[in-house]
T-cell receptor
Framework: GQQLNQSPQSMFIQEGEDVSMNCTSS?????WLWYKQDPGEGPVLLIA?????ELTSNGRLTAQFGTTRKDSFLNISASIPSDVGIYFC?????????????FGDGTTLTVKP | EAQVTQNPRYLITVTGKKLTVTCSQN?????MSWYRQDPGLGLRQIYY???????DKGDVPEGYKVSRKEKRNFPLILESPSPNQTSLYFC????????????FGSGTRLTVV
């Protein structure tokens, strides 16, 4: 099946620092999604990307759909303690696997005050 | 409130005893899906459904069954649970097949002893 490699696996940063994480795929997606999971809860959608090259922001979060359609990036600026959690990328390709979302393994973010 | 409701939140059972985890959504979503989350393995799709009476296997369907008799409900059935099915399970639903992302339930933590 499709594989998503998400990196880094974990990050330990100081409050106020910027964060970058990325996701690469062995195959093409036509939608990239980024989710955040707080402890004890289900993932919540942060940003959705629909076109190669697209750059989308949601507050301090910015995500980009890679031009090859095989990768995506998420940046968090000026991190705060409530940014702690697990961040997942997910890819969808309705042309080949309608209904399937493939998830990365997640990046666990720890923010030290 | 728009939501995906899973029950139960926690379940401890014994090997071989059939169980059902219920999932219901009140958003009139066509797409529904079940995922399991295990440490280091991210979210893996078990089954998904694109509409009533339409279901398909995800990446890890072995040992699970689903049904979609009504649009709002998508139960997960473990006919003969085994310890390797101990995991955190999430149900999710989506309005469109592409790009709108899933709304997740709060999860069901299952332990099979």
């Amino acid at each position: 099946g499709q594989q998503l490699n998400q990196s880094p696996q974990s990050m330990f940063i100081q409050e106020g620092e910027d964060v970058s994480m990325n996701c690469t795929s062995s195959s093409i997606f036509n939608t990239w999604l980024w989710y955040k999971q707080d402890p004890g809860e289900g993932p919540v959608l942060l940003i959705a990307l629909y076109k190669a090259g697209e750059l989308t922001s949601n507050g301090r979060l910015t995500a980009q759909f890679g031009t090859t359609r095989k990768d995506s990036f998420l940046n968090i600026s000026a991190s705060i303690p409530s940014d702690v959690g697990i961040y997942f990328c997910a890819g969808q390709n309705e042309n080949t696997n309608a209904g399937k979302s493939t998830f990365g393994d997640g990046t666990t973010l720890t923010v030290k005050p | 409130e728009a939501q995906v409701t899973q029950n139960p939140r926690y379940l401890i059972t014994v090997t071989g005893k059939k169980l059902t985890v219920t999932c219901s959504q009140n958003m009139n979503h066509e797409y529904m899906s079940w995922y399991r989350q295990d440490p280091g393995l991210g979210l893996r799709q078990i089954y998904y459904s694109m509409n009533v009476e339409v279901t398909d296997k995800g990446d890890v369907p072995e040992g699970y069954k689903v049904s979609r008799k009504e649009k709002r409900n998508f139960p997960l059935i473990l006919e003969s649970p085994s310890p390797n099915q101990t995991s955190l399970y999430f149900c999710a639903s989506s309005l469109h097949k592409q790009g709108r992302g899933y709304t997740f339930g709060s999860g069901t933590r299952l332990t099979v002893v």
